[in-house]
């Protein structure tokens, strides 16, 4: 919407805080399948996608201790925080502002 806007896509700076069941969107097809009966993850060509235009993209730790969700079960790329609210915090102080939730 912004780059359609004019606005330069060097000059954006995106990030997703992903946190409640959203959180298997970003794991690997083995942890996904576990859970979607041998599902492949779909949202991980979206996911690589948003990656390579730089956007981050963070899971709340909370959320992932909560559901069994490691580091390695993540899609390459995806961060994990401590906690979502942590993420937003650390997020603010770099100059990002919360734009939805």
């Known amino acids: 919407m912004h780059a359609k806007a004019g606005v330069n ?10 946190h409640s069941k959203g959180a ?9 399948g576990e859970k979607y009966d041998n599902a ?20 709340c730790g909370q959320t992932a201790a909560y559901y069994g969700i490691k580091n390695e ?16 915090a650390l997020l603010q102080q770099e100059g990002y502002t919360l734009n939805g939730f």
């Open 73 to 88: 079960d993540l899609l390459p790329g995806v961060e994990m925080a401590l906690s979502a609210m942590t993420a937003h």
């Open 9 to 18: 896509e060097k000059n954006m700076k995106l990030a997703v805080v992903f």
């Open 40 to 59: 492949e993850n779909a949202n991980a060509v979206i996911i690589k996608a948003l990656l390579e235009k730089n956007v981050r993209i963070i899971l």
């Open 24 to 32: 298997f969107d970003l794991t690997r097809a083995s942890y996904y």
